[in-house]
């Protein structure tokens, strides 16, 4: 079984940065890859990132390539996500997800959940 609990929303003007956090109360992290997800008023869960068991390959929507990074610390049983250059589409909540498919970008490829982040970009 994996816990993970999500941390680091908040309100941001647009043009801003926040950093998520992701935190695993297993004991192989590394065994899994993990995502970041979102879901915005009213509308779908839709991928955001995926990072590899290692770090060493990831994955990002088209939407936030280029604004978000995504990054993993093994030692920590952390994962995050940098996020810079934030727009008010960016708002929604959060979620971060673990699984033993290597960077799944859709939820079914996706085992274990974190209970989410509200994440809000003023314009």
């Known amino acids: 079984q994996v816990q993970l609990v999500e941390s680091g929303g908040g309100l941001v003007q647009a043009g801003g940065s926040l950093r998520l956090s992701c935190a695993a109360s297993?004991?192989?992290?590394?065994?899994?890859?993990m995502g970041w997800f979102r879901q915005g008023p009213g509308k779908e869960r839709e991928f955001v990132a995926a990072?590899?068991?290692?770090?060493?390959?990831?994955n990002y929507a088209d939407s936030v390539k280029g604004r978000f990074t995504a990054s993993r610390d093994n030692a920590k049983n952390t994962m995050y996500l940098q996020m810079n250059s934030l727009k008010p589409e960016d708002t929604a909540v959060y979620y971060c997800?673990?699984?033993?498919?290597?960077?799944?970008?859709?939820?079914?490829?996706?085992?274990?959940w974190g209970q989410g982040t509200q994440v809000t970009v003023s314009s």
């Open positions: 297993v004991r192989t992290f590394s065994a899994y890859s």
């Open positions: 997800a673990a699984s033993f498919l290597a960077l799944g970008g859709t939820v079914d490829d996706y085992d274990y």
């Open positions: 990072i590899n068991w290692s770090g060493s390959r990831t």
